[in-house]
């Protein structure tokens, strides 16, 4: 064998070692195929997030449709390239009792120029650290943005998406619960 293919295939060989070990940390640290707390969807319904207006609520009033939680931040390139597609489905899907709801890490003058920016038309709230605990909790041991949750009609976290999102994986996502 050459000197130059020995080396290639000793450089391929630590690649994969060197792969093999990244997934390992993630998988100890929670951040694949890890689970959430049973009752993480009534947890987030009933949590009072901050509005841009300053004032608190919670989410109890979209309990019955399906949600589609989405963890970001204004900071957040993924998060920032996902949020058209998702203000385009909040149009599609609201008829059938479909939301959109943004929990920002961020503050709220951050999110409210943000949200005027790119005409969100679905509710956004803020809920800084907490969020991330928040987050964490559903799953998200890694803390990455952005995270997204889809929680079914009676409020049940149906599945999670970690990272940005395309349209392909989202409506596969969506679909079952109509």
Known sequence: MSPLRRGLLIAGLGGIAAGAGVIAHLWRLGALGSASEPDIGDAILRHRFQQLDGSQQTLEHLRGGVLIVNFWATWCTPCREEIPLFVRL?????????????????????????????RINYPLV????????????????????????????QGRLATSLLGGVDEARLRAAINPLI
Do not use: C, W
Request: hydrophobic share 45%.
């Open 90 to 118: 909040q149009q599609e899907y609201a008829a059938k009792n479909i939301h959109f709801v943004g929990i920002s890490i961020d503050q709220a003058d951050k999110v409210a120029a943000f949200a005027k920016e790119f």
């Open 126 to 153: 803020i809920a800084g650290m907490e969020g991330v605990e928040l987050s964490r909790r559903a799953g998200n041991q890694a803390g990455v943005l952005p995270y997204t949750l889809l929680l079914d009609r």
